[in-house]
């Protein structure tokens, strides 16, 4: 498989389960990132991971918790959410954090619903 | 703190020209995109210039960038029905990289 993949693609969830999202790239990148994209919002950064290590957590509610096990591979842990918590969750990486290399390639996303 | 604002949405007729417009406010910026989002999925880089350029062309897709007033254009020359989708701005500076709310365009046959 090439570029950025996300697994599983959508996902049904009640407020009481807990499920995991997976991202995955094989670019050899070293930043990775989450993204939530919902109706009513413009794309939020939620978090952003560079050689592992979490350089950014954008105010996020810790019912969204993130690992990152190495530089190709990124887990978003979902646990008792709301139903506004409904929404796009996108995965991008990078070459780099900052400077020339921070054009960043998208995964195609998982649309996650919570009843 | 710094944004990036665009119109959320544009309609436009088959073969036409679309130009969607873009302001950001980071006066550091480095590099500035254009993504394409369709329907179900994640974003598509479709080009990016750097900032000290003033344009660049590929194929359909003219960018005008003008640094001074901060505004960035992409236009799409004969536009086709497959190029409906969300195209999102961004622009990057050393260590942040900061979206646009994505302008919806719409082409009719």
């Known amino acids: 498989e090439t570029g950025v993949t996300q697994t599983p693609r959508h996902l049904v969830m009640g407020m009481t389960n807990k499920k995991s999202l997976k991202c995955e790239q094989h670019l050899g990148h070293n930043a990775m990132y989450w993204y939530k994209q919902s109706a009513k919002k413009p794309l939020e950064l939620m978090f952003v991971y560079n050689f592992k290590e979490q350089t950014e957590n954008n105010s996020v509610p810790s019912r969204f918790s993130p690992e990152c096990p190495n530089s190709s591979h990124l887990f978003l842990h979902l646990h008792t959410l709301q139903p506004e918590d409904s929404a796009l969750y996108l995965c991008a990486s990078s070459q780099d954090l900052g400077g020339p290399n921070n054009e960043q390639f998208f995964g195609p996303g998982t649309r996650l619903t919570v009843l | 703190g710094e944004d990036v604002e665009q119109s959320l949405f544009l309609s436009v007729r088959e073969g036409d020209s679309s130009v969607i417009n873009c302001t950001y406010t980071?006066?550091?910026?480095?590099?500035l995109y254009w993504y394409k989002q369709e329907p179900g999925a994640g974003l598509q880089l479709l080009t990016y210039i750097f900032s000290n350029m003033d344009m660049k062309q590929d194929q359909r897709l003219t960018v005008l960038l003008n640094k001074k007033d901060k505004h960035l254009s992409l236009r799409i020359a004969d536009t086709q029905t497959g190029d409906s989708a969300i195209y999102f701005c961004a622009e990057s500076s050393f260590n942040d990289m900061r979206f646009g709310a994505g302008t919806r365009l719409t082409v009719k046959p």
């Open positions: 980071d006066s550091s910026s480095t590099y």
